[in-house]
């Protein structure tokens, strides 16, 4: 069973268009230090997650220290 915002983050999503914006209510300090923590555990065979995320994010942090 699927509802309305279980659909519009799943992973089939990635690059598209969301309907529901996800609100993170982090300092840039502490948003870096998410991504600093991905970074440690990128590498973890048993946290595959952690580099996904970690491309993810660093992504969106390098977007952010250039502005």
């Known amino acids: 069973m699927t509802d309305p ?10 690059d598209k268009p969301k309907k529901y914006p996800m609100p993170l ?3 840039d300090e ?13 590498k ?10 970690y491309e993810r ?3 969106i942090l390098e977007v952010a220290k250039n502005k």
Not at 5 to 14: G, H, Q
């Open 5 to 14: 915002i279980t659909e519009a983050w799943s992973e089939s999503r990635i």
């Open 25 to 27: 209510w982090l300092t």
């Open 30 to 42: 502490e948003f870096e230090y998410v991504v600093t923590a991905l970074w440690k555990c990128r």
């Open 44 to 53: 973890n065979t048993g946290e595959p997650q952690c580099g996904k995320l």
């Open 57 to 59: 994010l660093s992504r």
